[in-house]
Structure formats: structure tokens, C-alpha cells
DNA sequence: TATTGTTATACTCTATAACTATA
DNA sequence: TATAGTTATAGAGTATAACAATA
């Protein structure tokens, strides 16, 4: 089998929205916790990283500042988050999940894990390895630079 | 390497955010032709189906029929898409591309292409095997039933 | 002056509910 | 009555431009 860059590219395009749709679905259902892809992947940042700035938010999902702004607000008011000035600059906000926000997250991470789950494990051992390779490659390759040395730190302290 | 059906569906809500997100902004990009992922997606639908109705529209994107409508009407605006009465079923709408609309397609497609491309130029080409043969593991996973039936027709017939 | 965020404004995406027209 | 589609309404995503507050 070859692939050209081209190759590679068309199905990349025709394949991610696809998969898209069937994470925001699982995503939305109310039973779980009815979060949007942006707003499960900032309760999801903020679970790994603590406490951060609306920058660090923004640039981590790719938005621009207005509209991670606007994201926040809807969090916060679904009290799912904290907003507050840092005192240290109080031009900058931090912001951290909630108690409430906190096992949101927990349990829609599991909740999705488990029905994406249910979808792979019609495929082989073989060919989760070869979607998990997938998945890594596009990883490095489409993170954004800030989010590729934070990877490419953890990939190589893990590789010691 | 093992991988779970978990772990596998965790690397996929992952990453397929990420990369999405990056197909956005190539397809936004007003030098190109600025069409959202829904519509591109159904431009494209269009081009290569020819003729077909709302319902055929919806189905693909996994769209409610509103949702599609209103889609719809932002194309035929733009003077992509013409709609008109079936006259065998005066139900029905038949969708279509105006010349501008086949023009506009076929452009995003390339630059699109193009602009990914050089991303997946940075690996190997195994590696792009590798990311060919996830997406078409996931493309038969996630695509709708209907879609299914599409595919899997078209993949036998291509291997007489 | 440069940086961090917010507000204002304007589209698009998407869903559900209620409706119209046709079969 | 059932089907195909539209309209009404509403909340979220996203961007740019203009602004405010702090450094």
C-alpha cells in the first residue's frame, strides 16, 4: 500500500468530521453530562493542568481570546468553574474547576470513553494498534507549538 | 504494543479534536473559499452525488432536517446550491450545484488538500500508511448506516 | 506602550417544537 | 394519516473590532 501526502490528506478530511459528529453526539447526550467538544476539553484541561490563565485556555484548544472568553462564561455560570483576578497581575484571571465541575468531568471522560469503546472493540487488537499509532502521529503533528514541547517533554521523559 | 478498546477510545477523543480543529481554519481561510466544515462537507456531498434531496443531505452530515435546511439556505444565498420543487414528488427538494457552486468545490478541495498535505509530508511513508489505514478502519466504524451500505458496496466492487 | 481580558456585534451550527404542503 | 420540508426559537461556537484595566 503507498500514500502519498495527498492520499493521506483526502482521508484525513473525510474521515475526521466523521468521527467528529459521533464525539459531539456521545458527548451531548444529557444522561451523561450533555458538555459541547469545547467545553468538555476545557474541564478536561483544567482537571490535568490545576490552575491556569484564559490564555493558557485559549491557546490549548486554538481559540481566539474573545471566544474562550465567552466559553468561560458559560461554564462558570453552570458553576462548573472558578474565575478569579490573580493577585500576583491582576490583569490575568485563573480559573479552576469547581468540586461540581471536577466530577463532571471525571464522569463524561468515562461515560464517552466507554461508548467509543464499545465502537473499537469490534476491531482487532491489530487494528487498535494501528488507530492508536494513527492517533499519536496526528498528535505531534497537529498540536499546537506550545502543546508540542509540552508532548515532546513528556514522550521523552516516558521513553527513559 | 496492546491496545484496549479503552485506551484506543481515549487517544480518538483526543486527538480527532485536535485535527479538526485544523481543518477548520484551512477551510475558513477567506484566500481559499471560507466555507465551513458543513459546508464543505456538503458541497462535496453534492459534487459527487449529483442531484438529491434534503433528506439525502441530512443523512450524510447526521443532521435533523432543520438543521440541514438552514444550511441549505446559507449555500443557495451564496449562489452555491439551487433548490427546487421534484416535480415527481412535490414533497421533495431537489438540491444541486450552480456552476459557481462545482467551481468553488473542486478549489477547496485542492487548496485544502494542499495545505494538509504539507503537514503529512513530514512522515515517513509508512507512517502515512499507518494514518490511511486508521482512517479507513474508522470511516467503516463511524459512518451512518446508510453510509455503511454505500462504502461497503463500493469497496467490494472495487476489489472484482 | 504592551499585555490580559471583556464587551459588542455578527455569523454559523445545531436541536426541538410547531407548522405547511403533499401523498 | 404519514412524509418531506420549513419556520420559529434558542443556546453554543467562533471571529474581529473596540474597549478597559493593569503592568
Redesign the pocket.
Known amino acids: 500500500m503507498s500514500a502519498t501526502p495527498r492520499e493521506a490528506a483526502s482521508e484525513v478530511m473525510d474521515v475526521v468530521p466523521l468521527v ?2 459521533t464525539i ?2 456521545l458527548m ?1 447526550r444529557p444522561h451523561t453530562t450533555d ?6 476539553r ?1 474541564l478536561s484541561f483544567l482537571n490535568r493542568t490545576g490552575r491556569c ?4 485556555v ?1 491557546e490549548h ?15 462558570v ?2 458553576k462548573l468553574v472558578i ?1 478569579a ?11 479552576g474547576l469547581t468540586s461540581r465541575g471536577h466530577s463532571i468531568i471525571l464522569t463524561a471522560i468515562r461515560t464517552t470513553q466507554s461508548q467509543l469503546s464499545e465502537l473499537l472493540a469490534d476491531l482487532t487488537p491489530a487494528e487498535r494498534v494501528t488507530i492508536v499509532q494513527a492517533m499519536q502521529l496526528l498528535s505531534l503533528l497537529f498540536a499546537s507549538e506550545r502543546e508540542k514541547e509540552l508532548t515532546e517533554t513528556k514522550l521523552s521523559s516516558s521513553q527513559l
Open positions: 467528529m459528529r459531539r453526539k451531548r458538555l459541547s467538544v469545547p467545553q468538555f476545557t490563565s484564559l490564555t493558557d485559549a484548544l486554538g481559540l481566539a481570546l474573545p471566544s474562550a472568553s465567552t466559553l468561560i462564561d458559560g461554564l455560570e453552570r474565575r483576578f490573580d493577585p500576583a497581575d491582576r490583569r490575568r484571571v485563573v480559573l
